[in-house]
């Protein structure tokens, strides 16, 4: 049985392919270690690289957005890590020959967690997690159960930043997600942000309403033809862009409503 020092140690030294002699530093993992929920990216980027923590570059500001829309929060109920944990060169793809040296350390590090609910960050992470021909654009939110674990994947944050009509979609899966942990282990619901979050929520308009999102944010009630911030809606989020950063969210597919 493995230990989170020993482990960490371990990974931290790790000379087991290539990218070890191009990184800054190792991207172990972030979040609390007895989490009931993982969320699994492909591999550190520039930033990440550079202050050693994962998703801190503008994909990670957006994925902490959306996800305090949910009540989810990587300092209290969350565990974040990646498929490698070094940066490949360029942000390119890891190759299967790094994802192959460095996933035992995702497997450790899940065998100390022991997680009810995986979700993949992105199609590497899902080719890897879920299955080799894992189709991002068709299988998004829905979800597959593995040993005792239930796995989902959502589109990556840097996709959504280079392609935001899809944040919608991503929004509902991120709902869906919510719902998944209420059942399966709402004990996330009950801590920390979380906890406030849920408490929020629940009183007045009600858990799933439709001020949800915003009271969980602390926020009063939108206003009719009021811009929304843009973690959920088409506007892009270059803040020399002022001109387009708020846009109104535009009506859900009758389906959702
Ligand atoms: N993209 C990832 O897949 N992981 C990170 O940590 C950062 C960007």
Request: aromatic residues 8%; hydrophobic residues 30%; positive net charge.
């Amino acid at each position: 049985m493995p230990d989170w020092v020993e482990l960490e140690r371990r990974c931290l030294n790790c000379q087991r392919c290539a990218l070890a002699d191009t990184r800054t530093n190792v991207v172990f993992g972030k979040g609390p270690r007895n989490a009931r929920v993982m969320f699994i990216g492909e591999g550190p980027g520039e930033n990440e690289d550079l202050q050693g923590e994962p998703f801190v570059g503008r994909g990670g500001q957006l994925l902490d957005e959306m996800l305090s829309l949910v009540g989810l929060s990587r300092e209290e109920n969350f565990y974040i890590t990646n498929i490698v944990k070094c940066r490949p060169p360029q942000n390119r793809d890891p190759l299967n020959t790094e994802q192959d040296a460095c996933i035992g350390y995702l497997w450790e590090q899940m065998e100390l967690i022991k997680p009810k609910i995986v979700v993949c960050l992105g199609r590497i992470a899902a080719l890897r997690l879920i299955k080799p021909n894992y189709r991002i654009t068709k299988e998004h939110g829905q979800w597959q159960e593995k040993d005792g674990v239930l796995y989902t994947a959502i589109y990556h944050p840097a996709f959504l930043l280079r392609d935001p009509t899809k944040k919608p979609d991503t929004f509902a899966d991120l709902r869906a997600i919510r719902a998944k942990i209420r059942e399966v282990c709402p004990e996330v619901y009950s801590r920390g942000v979380a906890s406030s979050y849920s408490r929020r929520a629940n009183r007045g308009s009600g858990f799933g309403g439709k001020d949800s999102e915003a009271s969980a944010r602390g926020q009063r009630r939108k206003q009719p033809n009021e811009p929304c911030p843009d973690a959920l809606t088409m506007a892009p989020r270059d803040p020399a862009d002022s001109s387009r950063r708020f846009h109104k969210r535009s009506a859900p597919p009758a389906h959702r409503r």
